[in-house]
T-cell receptor
Framework: DQQVKQNSPSLSVQEGRISILNCDYT??????FLWYKKYPAEGPTFLIS?????DKNEDGRFTVFLNKSAKHLSLHIVPSQPGDSAVYFC???????????FGAGTRLTVKP | KAGVTQTPRYLIKTRGQQVTLSCSPI?????VSWYQQTPGQGLQFLFE???????NKGNFPGRFSGRQFSNSRSEMNVSTLELGDSALYLC??????????????FGEGSRLTVL
């Protein structure tokens, strides 16, 4: 049961422009939504999260938007930098357990 | 603060063997979770331990087991290895304190290859 989906396997943007990564989910009972960044041969690194009671959370160049009615969240990176090139995973979890559901990931390439 | 440490980083086994992977969480974190990452299935939840008790279990066969010690360190074991068990096994810890925001802190993983 794929409860979290990232439909774009890859995204390429120019340095300085905005990167928008999208994620859809099916379970309306999730409490938290998170974005992780992963480089090859490393574990995922937490980027930003949002509680289900909010619709926006911002941290520097990264902003996550949550649209509960559409069961959709997105990650905006502005401005994009070459160092942002990595695989980005969307994830969702419940408060009472760590059975975190991950999307398949989107490979972001930021071209100089 | 030291991060999540997993050992070994790489290992090669043959079908039918068993393997034990180890994870040391961030100091003070009592929750440890295990995930399997494969190219075809992505990141999948194996199980979570909290204060030495398994709290949740993913949809994996009984060949996959784990435990947690009183110092929060955790081990996972896979018996009767199959080719399909080749994967990156990730351990993650979390604090579950009042400032919990759902974040898991991942280790670098143990890359298992089954021949």
């Amino acid at each position: 049961d794929q409860q979290v989906k990232q439909n774009s396997p890859s995204l390429s943007v120019q340095e300085g422009r905005i990167s928008i990564l999208n994620c859809d989910y099916t379970n309306s009972m999730f409490d938290y939504f998170l974005w992780y960044k992963k480089y090859p041969a490393e574990g995922p690194t937490f980027l930003i999260s949002i509680s289900s009671i909010k619709d926006k959370n911002e941290d520097g160049r990264f902003t996550v938007f949550l649209n509960k009615s559409a069961k959709h969240l997105s990650l905006h990176i502005v401005p994009s930098q070459p160092g942002d090139s990595a695989v980005y995973f969307c994830a969702a979890s419940h408060f009472n357990n760590n059975d975190m559901r991950f999307g398949a990931g989107t490979r972001l390439t930021v071209k100089p | 603060k030291a991060g999540v440490t997993q050992t070994p980083r790489y290992l090669i086994k043959t079908r039918g063997q068993q393997v034990t992977l180890s994870c040391s969480p961030i100091s003070g974190h009592r929750s440890v979770s295990w995930y399997q990452q494969t190219p075809g299935q992505g990141l999948q939840f194996l199980f979570e331990y909290f204060s030495e008790t398994q709290r949740n279990k993913g949809n994996f066969p009984g060949r996959f087991s784990g435990r947690q010690f009183s110092n929060s360190r955790s081990e996972m074991n896979v018996s009767t290895l199959e080719l399909g068990d080749s994967a990156l096994y990730l351990c993650a810890s979390s604090s579950r304190d009042t400032d919990y925001t759902g974040e898991l802190f991942f280790g670098e993983g143990s890359r298992l290859t089954v021949l």
